[in-house]
């Protein structure tokens, strides 16, 4: 499955974001798909999950309470909300898919820039 991450950019501290991972060429059918994000000089780290199947959540303890993951059967897409943002949440955020057999993401999207200015 090819993923499309979008909806990043310039937001001051306290704002709010919505990121979309979209899946071209087919539905998400039974995958999990994920949040992650990498910022400058450190790992990726995971934020959050969601199943197709049943929309089950799961979420880093470092964002709970302020994102919100959800997805949307009619545009095929797994959003991630993004409250009260803080400078340190500055990062690429990718979205990430596996089959829910699977603990390793096998799938990938290009990374979509969120800034946030203090």
Known sequence: VQLQASGGGLVQAGG???????????????????WFRQAPGKERDFLAYITWIGGR?????SVKGRFTISRDNARNTVDLQMNSLKSED??????????PEKSMYDYWGQGTQVTVSS
Request: with cysteine; glycine share 6%; charged share 15%.
């Open 16 to 34: 709010s974001l919505r990121l979309s991972c979209a899946a071209s060429g087919r539905t998400f059918g039974t995958y999990v798909v994920a």
């Open 90 to 99: 500055t990062a690429v955020y990718y979205c990430a898919a596996r089959r």
């Open 57 to 61: 959540t799961y979420y880093a303890d």
